[in-house]
């Protein structure tokens, strides 16, 4: 039953000798249900008494041992349900588990499913199975022999209980590997075994099957001959280790380029510039995200980012040398040039599956094709299917296997396809799928934690709770809000001060701790909102009812009480768990006309006006201290009730009610995460908006410069200053475009646990708030449901549970609720470019634009009024002919044609229309239309008149809203209605 | 860094126990013929051994003499080889005088020590190879050579380590590895028939909700532990008990 | 010089404990529970918790009227008043002597217990407590008589017998005490031409034989380190040494017979050899045998 493993380690030039254990037991059982030698458990029977022999090559019954590399490469085969009554031997498991997390864990799903029927054999700790590795003998030698060993056993192991069986009958087991070497090994030994391709070509009823065989460099590199590789090697794991030891080689992440497909950046670990890799054998095969070993390249081949807006568009690899002549010729000797390397090897591969259509092979019959992945950062796939004809107008998923050196583009496998393209549905999908939003339907486990209706309020509620039911509260939301998370009150004292309360809705009531609901929002981490979609984080029970601050309904609610005085400074402060009954739910404009209307008289209007008042004196307070007021685009569309597609789009409406509300609610967060901070200075969560290096500031600060305006970003306060300073008289959208390029060159504010952050790091830049946290929130984020428990431990009104108090598990989940708010946030604005693509569906329009910013080969145009930004090419695509030609001027970022000089900001007309040549990415197309540029700008449309829409399809218009919030703080007030 | 799983899905450790095991524990008592009592005992592959001198008059300064009851003087110690890299001092470091204090704590709890007046009872305790758990083993060897010395003790000491892994499953005994991975530990020192704590330390905080059932599998352990020792103990006396052939005395059984 | 040092494996040591023939009593360990039963009285080795007599050594349950005590295998030695004992000085004080015993506290021997240079009918005055150190000094060994037990457990000795008194030309072997049978005698002229003194407390001294005409009147202080003890006699010595520890080991009762049939069952041997486990345990075995026929008899 005992044994000791002894390794050598060996560690700064000495040698270290560790000493394991290792206890090898009888008791592990094979998990068949044949063996009348083991004493099973019921639910350790997993494996099949009588499995149904399915392959032609192997025509009885048989289980199935499968090799680490079969795992690894062929994972997508094995999620498949066609191969059942596996035995994984832990060998595997563990090398799976070493080599790649990602794999490991699809296998354990599959291990997980019942119907699969995997057993997962303990060989290591098996006192039959247990293989000792003998001297020489390389590990991967010793864990092939492990598994051979595993299989001989299993085989007489079964043999002795199947005795009485008839020789055909008896269960075989066969070990797939792709190793020829333990194949050869095995054959010897007399084993069952095959090779992986072998066995599935020869599964009966089921086709598809064969497609998802991941394809090896082996098979490629022999159907490609003697062609040249196109990429150089890679280097190998040892010299890529030694040379980032020793400091020849820096390791990174890299970040492909989405604009231009042969240009990316390696963000290198304490290094604040990030290196530049160009050209094809500068990116050597890196696909975005993988974690690469780059090369430095010597100072005087330092170049710069290609300005080029570049994507590949052919098809084989001839012409692609050219377009890469042509950057890296380009060159411009003026510009600071970046550090610039070469990727020489990979570390990790950070490969995953990726969305796109299928570009069909033009030789009919062929089953080679091209796939085209909807993220523009990732390079084309090459797959093998037989179904090409139906997958060609459907919305797939691929997943990439290997990237041989004389390919290029990447081997890959079909997955699975989602829909039929240009379908709402199928694109609503994409765009989750691509930006990683947990988006399946509850699962009963998780619905089985609402409570049960109809909800009362017991008595025992009452006494635990302040019962606030007499205050005169109301909520202030968008029109057609059904997520209410927050409500106000405001009474005047009889001192003269305020009593000012937000309440928050008790999310934290229903979802406890450690439950499903609690796993899965975790999970979600936020409500996603798409144009014609909501993602709830929590089922809809609680999100639209019970926790939803509905106009008089008794609700419970966590309040943060204020005593202000009429300045708005502020008396005390306090903290409880209450219920409340919200007089009513107002919209922000129904609030503004009961403010504006002097003759309204009654509590919740001399409430609201004094919230208003107080709120003003709050905010001009706020930004007196240097927040700053960031502007971006927002835009609401109008969509069709009936058909959900966009009718209209219109810029968003600000009202003072708006700001209002965000005022009290900045203030409420303020002071929780204050009081969470002192009562858990280890483990509150927190919000900070890290102040960023001015060096980020620098093309904004050149382009005002252009333009006459100092601006200062030495301090928040001084750049808010001079954001207000600059105005031009002349145009009136120009101020808010600074501001939006100002709020580009932020960093994104991100949650983190206080025990893992030096504490002159939480500072909120935007908000200029030393402490700042999400409280107000909870039904659509769960950073809030957090600080919910963390406050309520600290006001005595819950119990503490072992992970909220566990900074490491706190900074893991923040890291997950960054992550999850980043894709929320991409995955909203992908869905307005959808709904705006939707919209301009046969449209052709005349709208006015500002330059935004001046690119070498283009100009970034913002429509204001749809919030646009599209790219209108100045220079000449490529086989195009083109008779005008622009002058681009780096340094004062101009672009001249003749007389017309294109600066920063200023104002043109273009002509919008989408161009649908292109299925996977329709895109807007925008041509000028004034300045008029003889030869490159179209006529105006003034003639055609841009459809109306009909008065009466007005009415039953349903409103939807959305907006595309800025990286930095704001109080969201995006909700939509969802019908 | 992936932390590494504590126990895999299968249910068993990185050394291929399950959660509620111990790690194989052998004994041997009286190993030595100088000290009055004394013990070596391995558990898993943390290896010590024990000594314990007295009760004997007080050596040196006569003044910690104490009046009513024997003095307990414990040393621990570990061998330089006794880990992976060279000790610099086996003895005397801020760690060793913490642990001697400890093995002092559980001790004094446990010795008769009121039989004894103005004696004292040196218990020496050294790590030959340490491999998690060293306090714990340090314990129960002592416990066996306070035992052979013929010392009376209200009960045996038994000490047992236990952690959380996963976030919820107690595991017991906790080797080097797993201490090492960096969940929280509980070491506790018990009596266990009387279910009495004598000392209980964690390297880090444990949430409440976790406490009781740790400090239970720790306790479990201590159990378990009890029984070994017990056996060993028994099997001892009787060895060299029919070797005096039981001193030719009046015995009763009752 | 070369020395002979055997060092072994442990897993290549021997067995060295003699399965004696006796039935097994039942043992106690610590904290197990005597009896519930009240009007008993504890002993030795027992405690009282919550009613129950519980046991606080390993070892035997001995009994004597309504007396229970646990005597465990091994423990110090407790005087019992006439025990003869071996024991150090540790330390003169004013008028006493503190001796090592090998019991739990320090024995005393006062400087009227002692019989002086000089004859009994002397006074003692302060002369002769300016002179204690010449008589017995620090590290000096003798053997004495328990007198008395004092509340706090230590022992009384005397020497005033010609029998007792300060020791040298000879050597110590230290055993546990309960390997000592107790019997009539503890002083020993053995036949093999060497004197011993089984002291009660486990400790015991071998020299050469003196004549008894020799001894006389000496029982007291003098030293004789002048003469040199024949090398035959220092050999008996050691072999008697040896075979002592090797009956120790073996956890065999120690008395004069058992200490003679080793002493006669080692002659095959030399007395290096009887260092080495396997001489050893063949000494002890064939003692055992001796004793066990002796007892048939």
Redesign the interface.
Known sequence: MWTTKTFLKKRKGSVLKIVREHYLRDDIWCGSDICTICAHQNEELVLEKNPQPKNKKFPFPHYIVLDTCVVLNQINVLEEDALCNVIVVQTVLEEVKHRSSSVYKRLLDIVGNPNRKFYVFVNEHHKDTYVEREPGEKVNDRNDRAIRVSVAWYESHLMSSQADRRKRDRVKVILLTDDVDSKQKAENEGLHVATISDYVRNVEDCPGLEDRLSQHNTTYELQAGGREPLFPAHFTPSQIHQGIKSGKLLQGSFLASRENFLEGQVNVEGQDKMILVQGRVGLNRAVDGDIVAVKLLPEEEWSVPSHMVLQDEGDDSEDVLEEENAILKSKDERVAKLPTGHIVGIIRRKWRQYCGILQKNPIEGSVRHIFVPAERKVPKVRIETQQADILSSQRIIVTIDSWPRNSRYPLGHFVRALGTIGDKDTENEVLLLEHDVPHSKFSEAVLSCLPKLPWVITEKDVQSRVDLRHVDICSVDPPGCTDIDDALHCKELENGNYDVGVHIADVSHFIRPGTAIDKEAALRATTVYLVDKRIDMVPELLSSNLCSLRGNEERFAFSCIWELTSEAEIVSTRFCKSIIRSRQAMTYEEAQIKIDDLTQNDTLSKSLRGLNSLAKILKKRRIENGALVLASPEIRFQVDSETQDPIEVEAKKLRETNSMVEEFMLLANIYVAIKILEDFPECAMLRRHPKLPVSNFEPFIKAGRNLGFEINSESGKALALSLDNAVRPDNAYFNTMLRILATRCMMQAVYFASGMVQRDEFFHYGLAAPVYTHFTSPIRRYADVIVHRLLAVSIGADVTYPDLLDKRKSHSLCHNLNYRNRMAQYAGRASVALHTHLFFRGKVQDEQGYVLCVRKNALQILIPKYGLEGTLYVSPHKGAKQNVTFVYSEEKQTQKCGDVIFRPFDPVTVQLSLDRSNVQHEKIVLKLVHPQIPGFSVPSLSSVKRKESDENLQEEMEISEVSVSPPIEKISTKKQKVK | M?RMDLI???G?RL???RANEL??IRCKM?VF?QP??SAYLEQ??TKVLAAVY????IRGSRSKALHDKALVNCQYSMATFST??RKRRPRGDRKSQEMSMHLRQAFQAAI?VEV????QIDIFVEVLQA?GGNYCACVNAATLAL??????????VVACTASLAN?DVPLVDV?N?EENSGGPNLTVAA?P??GQVALMEMSQ??????LPKVVECALQGCRDIHQIL?QA??RH???????????N?????? | MTQNVHIRLASQRIDNTIVGTSEVPRLYTPGEIITCRSGFMRGHGTYMEEDALTASVAGVVEQVNKLISVRPIKNRYNGEIGDVVVGRITEVQQKRWKVDTNSRLDSVLLLSSVNLPGGELRRRGTEDEQMMRKYLQEGDLISAEVQKIYDDGSLSLYTRSLKYGKLCQGVLVKVFPSLVKRRKTHFHNLPCGASMILGNNGFIWICPTVSEDEENGLGGFTENLLEVVPRTDREVIARLRNCILALANCKMMLCDTSILYAFEESQKYEVLELLRPEPMLDVCVLTQQRLYMQEDE
């Open positions: 992936a895999s899905f299968k068993l050394d291929g126990r790690r194989q009286g013929s009055d009592g898993g592959n007295g009760p004997h008059e992976g890299e008769r004894y007046p103005r004696s491999d035992v052979d010395a013929g010392i009376p003790m209200t009960e045996y976030g080797s590895l009596l028939l009387s905080r444990f949430h409440l909700d976790h017990d103990v028994r006396t009787e060895m060299s008990g029919s070797a005096l052939g039981w001193g005395r009046a015995q009763v059984d009752l």
